[in-house]
């Protein structure tokens, strides 16, 4: 007897020799289930025993893949296998440039199996159909006939057909009844009576006897395998186009760097980069990974990653990316984020987890397809007594022809694929222009959006201030006065602290040494320079610390914020000293992006740290609907929360680090890709080029791929509420008219693929 393993609080032991041995590293386990593992604590997908804590469990080892279903990413297992939900095959969960690269291995299997299936199929078809030419209607039932039907039509059901009956006797088992309980149980009913008709005719009453013998089935059985193959291959085909965007990104990066070690150059594997490095790229080349350049000058294509077709001059000091195209310079650069970290590993991983999240209205769905197979064998048994009982002779076989048809027709995988093909492909064709999406949720909620509230800095502007303006008090000059204050801002990593630093350093002033520095958040710094008291900030800032500040510096101070510009007031030894302006020039792209935001019922709050004199004119300027001026990060919040009190979706965007708790606030968080980390980790939404325009695409991107799903939902739904009563036989009382099991499999088929087909029309959407 093992030991039992021990259960963190909150989790049932269960007292039971575990028939499995976890592996090592699988944190959580199905102690029945070969190869259920999980994260976190759960129930098993397979059987519903809670998964236990494995006491062998260190560390996820680095080479492990886990495979997890593309439809329901909530099963993930370390095999390859089936889906214990919806049968469907697990796919791996990270993907890389190797696995891009190799065929679907289900798909290969899948196209062998339809192609042998179908050229056998072929024939029991025909030799089942010839009855309708007269000149050779005694083919039909001939025993030559009937045993050519039954040795072509067994291969096809027992080996091409194989897969299906596994997943359907497995979904039996699991209590998860899915597509393939349906066809398992429909193609197993018409080839097992048609076997039985064929060797024991005898059991079958008089009025059933025909020319030849009992009628067979055997080609209805083999052409909906054939069918259902054929939906299975355009399936898979189109899974694997969803992931086109993923192996475009996976694509791009290099194989090997050129490495500069002194003078000497070697060309080493991309896997061998670290940090640190300095790389030279050659003009064409791809940039191998992130960083920064250090000597020399080019125009880069950034297309790939953000969507923009013109070149963007890169030099001295400026950021590349890896995965981007090098125009006809050449430079060297060094690396600072490489491997997992660099920004094409983040989308790759961003995206494939877009991909496999689940929208809010895939709850509706699943709560629909909880009922819907039970409803449907449901109706294929009562199909079956009404036609046993109360129809015409032969009463057996009309209850299993219209029951087999009730299950085919009524195959859930339309409903199945109908969101998360959908999901798939918008999340690649946004990933494509740029605008990355964390979860199906946001891309679902974003459409809903009737408020987006901005930060200003980063994101209406360049986020790149300059100083403009240094006007001096009585008592200091230009020069004195920029050199305080910018040895105190100095210690400060504020944007305006840089730009004011920047400007010394373009009058070429010596800055000397600081102490005592601090810093008030919201306010401004201080410090002592050459044994002075030095104060930069806001007006309160220097009130608080009581500084009166003369009418003739507030009065310019207004004038110039006016303008646009951001004002800092300076002080040295408590006595006011002059002021500071800095401006940050708004985005070429911004103005547009409004009018675009405004023509898609969207309002604009603009809320900032900045002034309110410099607010009102930025947004005056922009022709933002409100605006909100010296915010704290708290505040933002507060605003996005009045706003969602009255009932409106709102979105947030900005690109900073006080911007991450109102990013996470509001119902979709929209981070610029030219901000921080914690701004993208906190974001629904990345919009790499940190271009406002960016939003528009995501928002027209997010109705597009909603209203997709729910022309999905309804093609799903309208083809089973028609085809169900059809298949059951609802129009032969006043037409005579019945449903072939093979017209039925035809039918599901076909549903699949308008719902796959109506999917991939978001790989052309403009945005």
């Not at 024991?200 to 009992?214: E, S, T």
């Not at 809010?360 to 009404?386: E, H, K, M, N, Y």
């Not at 991107?701 to 093609?715: C, D, H, K, P, V």
Request: proline share 6%; glycine share 10%; charged share 20%.
């Amino acid at each position: 007897m093992k030991s039992s393993p021990s259960h963190p609080p909150g989790e049932h032991p269960h007292h039971h020799d575990p028939g499995v041995q976890p592996a090592k590293d699988a944190k959580y386990y199905c102690p029945m289930c070969e190869g259920v593992v999980a994260d976190q604590p759960g129930d098993c997908p397979k059987c519903g025993m809670a998964l236990e804590r494995n006491p062998a469990w260190v560390a996820p080892a680095a080479d492990r893949t886990i495979y997890t279903c593309p439809m329901h990413p909530q099963i993930e297992q370390d095999h390859p296998g089936a889906c214990p939900i919806c049968g469907m095959a697990l796919e791996p969960k990270t993907a890389t440039a190797e696995d891009a690269a190799e065929e679907n291995a289900e798909l290969r299997d899948m196209t062998r199996r339809l192609w042998i299936g179908t050229a056998l199929a072929l024939p029991v078809f025909l030799l089942a159909m010839v009855h309708l030419i007269p000149a050779y209607s005694h083919l039909a039932s001939g025993p030559l006939s009937r045993w050519a039907q039954l040795l072509l039509s067994t291969p096809v059901v027992l080996w091409a057909g194989w897969p299906f009956f596994v997943r359907g006797a497995r979904s039996l088992r699991s209590g998860y009844w899915n597509m393939f309980t349906l066809i398992a149980l429909g193609v197993g009913a018409a080839w097992l009576y048609s076997l039985v008709a064929f060797f024991l005719p005898g059991w079958f009453p008089a009025n059933m006897q025909g020319h030849g013998g009992v009628d067979l089935y055997f080609e209805a059985a083999a052409v909906i395998i054939v069918l259902v193959l054929v939906g299975q291959v355009l399936e898979l085909r189109a899974r694997a186009r969803t992931s086109s965007a993923i192996k475009a990104l996976l694509n791009l990066a290099p194989p090997t760097a050129i490495r500069l070690d002194g003078s000497a150059e070697a060309e080493i594997p991309l896997a061998e980069v670290h940090a640190g490095d300095r790389l030279r790229v050659r003009p064409g080349a791809r940039v191998p990974v992130d960083g920064v350049i250090e000597e020399g000058s080019s125009s880069i294509d950034e297309s790939m990653i953000t969507g923009e077709s013109l070149p963007v001059e890169k030099t001295l000091g400026d950021r590349v990316t890896g995965g981007t195209v090098n125009g006809t310079g050449g430079f060297v650069f060094r690396a600072d984020k490489v491997g997992a970290d660099s920004l094409l590993a983040r989308i790759v991983h961003m995206v494939a987890d877009a991909q496999r999240s689940r929208a809010p209205i895939q709850g509706l769905v699943d709560r629909v397809a909880a009922i819907f197979v039970p409803a449907v064998l449901a109706s294929a048994v009562l199909t079956f007594l009404v036609w046993f009982f109360a129809g015409p002779e032969p009463r057996l076989a009309y209850a299993i022809v219209n029951s087999v048809a009730v299950l085919i027709i009524a195959c859930p995988c339309a409903l199945g694929l109908a969101t998360p093909m959908s999901i798939m492909v918008g999340v690649g064709r946004g990933a494509q222009e740029g605008v990355l999406v964390k979860n199906a949720e946001s891309l679902e909620l974003l459409g809903k959006v009737s408020w987006l509230v901005v930060d200003k800095t980063g994101t209406l502007t360049e986020g790149r201030p300059t100083l403009t303006d240094v006007i001096p008090a009585e008592g200091l000059d230009e020069a004195g006065l920029l050199t305080l204050a910018a040895t105190v801002e100095r210690a400060s990593e504020h944007p305006l602290a840089a730009a004011i630093v920047r400007g010394s350093e373009a009058r070429k002033l010596t800055l000397p040494l600081i102490s005592d520095f601090r810093s008030v958040t919201a306010g401004g710094v201080a410090g002592r320079v050459n044994g002075r008291a030095v104060l930069v900030g806001k007006v309160k800032f220097l009130a608080a610390e009581g500084i009166e500040v003369p009418a003739s510096l507030t009065a310019r101070a207004a004038t110039l914020q006016a303008e646009g510009k951001t004002v800092l007031f300076a002080a040295v030894d408590g006595r006011a000293a002059g002021l500071l302006a800095v401006a940050d020039p708004i985005k070429e792209s911004t103005p547009e992006a409004i009018t675009l935001l405004h023509q898609l019922g969207v309002k604009l709050v603009m809320a900032t740290g900045d002034n309110r004199a410099t607010a009102g004119s930025v947004a005056r300027k922009l022709g933002l609907d409100e605006f909100e001026a010296e915010v704290e990060p708290a505040d933002k919040i507060k605003r996005v929360k009045a706003l969602q009190v009255g009932g409106a979706r709102v979105a947030m965007a900005g690109d900073g680090v006080n911007d991450a708790p109102a990013l996470a606030a509001a119902d979709v968080g929209i981070a610029m890709g030219t901000g921080t980390d914690v701004a993208m980790e906190s974001a629904g939404i990345t919009l790499v080029k940190g271009d406002l325009r960016g939003i528009a695409k995501a928002i027209r991107l997010s109705r597009a791929t909603m209203g997709n799903i729910r022309q999905n939902l309804f093609f799903a739904f309208i083809y089973n509420a028609l085809g169900v009563p059809l298949a059951a036989g609802v129009l032969f009382p006043s037409f005579g008219l019945l449903l072939n099991p093979m017209i039925a499999g035809l039918a599901m088929a076909f549903s699949s693929v308008s719902v796959i087909t109506n999917a991939l029309r978001l790989h052309r959407l403009r945005l």
